[in-house]
């Protein structure tokens, strides 16, 4: 993953984490008859949850074990559960920084590239080589500067 598309999603995630901030800020207390109960304000809770559940979807998708333990935990305005939404948050971000996202990279280029090929092959069917090749030598292009740049190898860009 490229530095600029690393230091955007660090970014993104430092200001989910300072929203976190801001709702545990607005801690209250309320008690029954049996239980004390911490709470933080709705708005800044639903500013965090949405926010954050948004990120984790555009990030790692719909099946993520981070977004579904997000949405497990963070179910209401209680000050334990917006800590356990930072948790969440805070795990995404060491990732994010150690670079272990890179291979969420790898697997939707990879998706990409298939749908090409398969584009190329409907070319070809229909009797379109050019553009068939033209595609074709696309991908093998894009795919070898994508290896290259992950292990390290100089390009040329012209």
Same mark, same amino acid.
């Given at each position: 993953m490229s530095k600029k598309i690393n230091n955007v999603l660090i970014e993104?995630?430092?200001h989910l984490i300072e929203l976190a901030n801001k709702s545990l800020a607005t801690k209250f207390t309320t008690e029954d008859s049996f239980h004390w109960y911490n709470w933080v304000s709705h708005e800044s809770f639903y500013e965090? /949850?949405?926010?954050? /559940?948004?990120? %984790?979807?555009?990030? +790692?998708?719909?099946?993520?074990?981070?977004?579904? /333990?997000?949405?497990?935990? %963070?179910?209401?305005?209680?000050?334990?559960?917006?800590?356990a939404g930072k948790g969440i948050i805070n795990s995404i971000k060491t990732? %994010?920084?150690n670079g272990w996202l890179g291979t969420l990279k790898g697997l939707m280029s990879s998706e990409i590239f298939?749908?090409?090929?398969?584009?190329?092959?409907h &070319? &070809?069917?229909?009797? +379109?080589?050019?553009p068939a090749a033209v595609m074709i030598g696309s991908v093998l292009e894009e795919h070898l500067r994508q290896l290259s740049l992950k292990h390290g190898i100089p390009i040329n860009e012209m």
């Open positions: 993104r995630v430092n965090f /949850q949405t926010a954050s /559940q948004s990120f %984790i979807l555009n990030v +790692y998708g719909e099946n993520s074990p981070y977004l579904s /333990q997000f949405k497990q935990s %963070i179910v209401n305005n209680k000050y334990e559960q917006v800590l990732e %994010i920084e298939s749908d090409f090929l398969e584009m190329s092959q &070319l &070809l069917d229909e009797n +379109y080589k050019d």
